[in-house]
């Protein structure tokens, strides 16, 4: 072999090996996120054990997260610690609730002075009311804390907005923003909360979305801004640009299963199957049983005209849970438009067992019968539904069954 050619392939194993390696701890990250989202702390330790951090904060702080979540407080210290090696403050509160566990009183207070003076800054009730927090209340350190010019009139403002929100009194805590804001047009989580709760009050996205983008001009990587922007973004039918937030999160934040699963949605809505499907499978990696992965990939297939692999999933995903009759509609549709009327027919049968009085469904169970040319039936089944206020099955009544 010509010496270049041993060269390139070295340099080309290293690139895939690499290219493995990073892979492979993607899936482990991830693997971690599902388990911390299901609670199962015990599982995400054991997974936590197993992955090799090389000091990606993303990975750092979800193993941070697991060892917390058990009790191993020594060890979610260590990699809190890591995360905060910039002295960005994004863990103090964190490691404050860690040195209270360990009743290291004078660690909790160094780190909840350091907290409230960094961008990460809690709420005053995270303090006030957390539980781990409870010694250090009671403790000489919490007087000469507590009594500090802690928080600003604006956070305090904030803070009300958010209890006449969380109370259901939503105009009270808008009018608390409106007021804060034409005080101080420079506070991005007015903008923040503003728009969440006027989504809540009226569902005005227009306005929503307006002070989002005020909020992302303040602060253009924060995840959570990003994150809301491109959920609204999506149900507002703007899919690219809601891709593309997603993506700023996902880049902001790495290996979040929720914003993957999003990602996939986004795309699938694009008509960008290939792309869709790819997030799929980063999601069953870290999680092959997720019913609602399975769903999505079941759906996507189906929106890419392919019914078999779309016939898989949903059947994956009826294993779960037989009784799931948004499955049973979704997989009934990829045997009718696969041909196989009589499969649909009976998927569109359990369905109707669980839920007789929807008119869809009848429908749906008329169709499979038309096209097995089974009319007489299926016009019974037309009338069913459209007795049931589902009008579309008239179309075929009037045409098939009138004569």
């Given at each position: 072999?010509?010496?270049?050619?041993?060269?390139?392939?070295?340099?080309?194993?290293?690139?895939?090996?690499?290219?493995?390696?990073?892979?492979?701890?993607?899936?482990?990250?991830?693997?971690?996120?599902?388990?911390?989202?299901?609670?199962?702390?015990?599982?995400?330790?054991?997974?936590?054990?197993?992955?090799?951090?090389?000091?990606?904060?993303?990975?750092?702080?979800?193993?941070?997260?697991a060892?917390?979540?058990?009790?191993?407080?020594?060890?979610?210290?260590?990699?809190?610690?890591?995360?905060?090696?910039?002295?960005?403050?994004?863990?103090?509160?964190?490691?404050?609730?860690?040195?209270?566990?360990v009743?290291?009183?004078?660690?909790?207070?160094?780190?909840?002075?350091?907290?409230?003076?960094?961008?990460?800054?809690?709420?005053?009730?995270?303090?006030?009311?957390?539980?781990?927090?409870?010694?250090?209340?009671?403790?000489p350190?919490?007087?000469?804390f507590?009594?500090?010019?802690?928080?600003?009139?604006?956070?305090?403002?904030?803070?009300?907005?958010?209890?006449?929100?969380?109370?259901?009194q939503?105009?009270?805590?808008l009018?608390?923003?409106?007021?804060?804001?034409?005080?101080?047009?420079?506070?991005?989580?007015?903008?923040?909360?503003?728009?969440?709760?006027?989504?809540?009050?009226?569902?005005?996205?227009?306005?929503?979305l307006?002070?989002?983008?005020?909020?992302?001009?303040?602060?253009?990587?924060?995840?959570?801004?990003?994150?809301?922007?491109?959920?609204?973004?999506?149900?507002?039918?703007?899919?690219?640009?809601?891709?593309?937030?997603?993506?700023?999160?996902?880049?902001?934040?790495?290996?979040r299963?929720?914003?993957?699963?999003?990602?996939?949605?986004?795309?699938?809505?694009?008509?960008?199957?290939?792309?869709?499907?790819?997030?799929?499978?980063?999601?069953?990696?870290?999680?092959?049983?997720?019913?609602?992965t399975?769903?999505?990939?079941?759906?996507?297939?189906?929106?890419?005209?392919?019914y078999?692999?779309?016939?898989?999933?949903?059947?994956?995903?009826?294993?779960?849970?037989?009784?799931?009759?948004?499955?049973?509609?979704?997989?009934?549709?990829?045997?009718?438009?696969?041909?196989?009327?009589?499969?649909?027919?009976?998927?569109?049968?359990?369905?109707?067992?669980?839920?007789?009085?929807?008119?869809?469904?009848?429908?749906?169970?008329?169709?499979?019968?038309?096209?097995?040319?089974?009319?007489?039936?299926?016009?019974?089944?037309?009338?069913?539904?459209?007795?049931?206020?589902?009008?579309?099955?008239?179309?075929?009544?009037?045409?098939?069954?009138?004569?």
């Amino acid at each position: 072999m010509p010496p270049m050619s041993k060269w390139l392939l070295l340099i080309f194993s290293a690139l895939f090996t690499q290219a493995l390696c990073a892979q492979t701890l993607e899936e482990q990250a991830m693997k971690i996120d599902d388990l911390l989202q299901k609670k199962l702390y015990a599982q995400a330790a054991e997974q936590a054990d197993s992955v090799s951090s090389n000091n990606n904060t993303r990975i750092l702080f979800l193993k941070a997260e697991a060892y917390y979540y058990v009790g191993q407080w020594e060890r979610a210290i260590q990699f809190y610690r890591l995360v905060n090696q910039d002295n960005s403050g994004q863990t103090d509160f964190n490691l404050a609730l860690c040195f209270a566990n360990v009743n290291r009183l004078d660690s909790v207070d160094y780190y909840l002075r350091s907290n409230v003076k960094s961008d990460y800054k809690v709420s005053s009730n995270q303090i006030e009311f957390n539980d781990d927090l409870k010694k250090f209340r009671n403790s000489p350190y919490w007087e000469s804390f507590w009594k500090g010019d802690l928080y600003s009139a604006d956070e305090k403002s904030l803070e009300r907005a958010q209890y006449y929100a969380e109370n259901k009194q939503l105009s009270l805590a808008l009018d608390i923003l409106d007021e804060l804001i034409e005080k101080n047009k420079n506070n991005d989580r007015a903008y923040f909360y503003r728009a969440q709760y006027i989504i809540q009050l009226n569902k005005d996205y227009k306005y929503a979305l307006g002070d989002l983008k005020t909020a992302l001009k303040l602060k253009p990587n924060k995840f959570e801004y990003n994150f809301l922007m491109a959920q609204y973004q999506l149900e507002t039918f703007k899919n690219k640009k809601a891709y593309e937030y997603f993506q700023k999160a996902d880049k902001i934040e790495p290996y979040r299963n929720n914003v993957c699963y999003y990602l996939a949605q986004s795309a699938q809505r694009m008509g960008q199957y290939d792309l869709a499907i790819s997030y799929v499978d980063r999601l069953l990696k870290a999680d092959d049983r997720n019913i609602e992965t399975l769903k999505l990939a079941g759906l996507i297939y189906y929106d890419a005209e392919k019914y078999q692999p779309s016939i898989e999933y949903l059947t994956n995903a009826l294993y779960i849970n037989s009784r799931r009759i948004d499955l049973l509609v979704a997989r009934g549709k990829a045997y009718f438009d696969d041909g196989q009327y009589q499969r649909a027919g009976m998927d569109f049968n359990i369905a109707i067992d669980l839920d007789i009085q929807n008119g869809e469904l009848w429908y749906y169970k008329g169709l499979a019968y038309f096209y097995q040319d089974k009319k007489d039936q299926a016009c019974k089944y037309f009338k069913k539904a459209s007795f049931l206020n589902y009008y579309k099955a008239d179309e075929y009544l009037l045409k098939e069954c009138s004569r």
